[in-house]
């Protein structure tokens, strides 16, 4: 298993979902790239985490605005990937993202959902966050469309 899914919890029983997942989430390797970890999938249910790194820091030295979008995007993408049967693949139609307060941190963690899944679209939503000193605080929410691929 790839260094991405490493100390992943499964929250799936269905061994079929769980193989699916691994080969779609090993084949994204832009996650690989940038140094995500997943650290929990379940139905409908993605979180993960990622650590800050020098070429991840826009000029203010928060993580980047747009590593915090691919953040929302993957982990609500993949939780609406969970869903779907063997036949279908979902991809971004559509995202908003808010930004709440500057990425600080060393870790930082994303969670995505799915509100609400449907026949042509799974309606998601995500947020990025960090821990500091125990206490978690909301860097980003955002809500996003996946479109059903046959």
């Not at 991405?4 to 390797?29: A, Y």
């Not at 036949?87 to 609400?116: L, N, R």
Request: proline share 3%.
């Amino acid at each position: 298993m790839s260094e991405t899914l490493k100390g992943t919890i499964w929250l799936l029983s269905d061994p079929e979902i769980v193989d699916r997942m691994v080969k779609k989430i090993i084949s994204n390797r832009f996650s690989d790239y940038i140094g995500l970890r997943y650290t929990s999938i379940g139905l409908g249910v993605v979180e993960a985490m990622l650590p800050m790194q020098d070429n991840l820091r826009q000029q203010n030295d928060f993580l980047h605005g747009g590593v915090t979008a691919t953040l929302c995007d993957i982990v609500a993408g993949f939780a609406a990937y969970t869903l779907l049967p063997v036949t279908e693949q979902v991809v971004t139609a559509e995202i908003k993202v808010s930004y709440y307060h500057p990425a600080i941190g060393d870790v930082f963690y994303a969670k995505g959902w799915v509100e609400k899944p449907g026949k042509k679209l799974h309606f998601c939503e995500s947020e990025v966050y960090t821990l500091n000193d125990g206490v978690r605080k909301v860097i980003a929410k955002a809500t996003a469309s996946m479109i059903v691929i046959r």
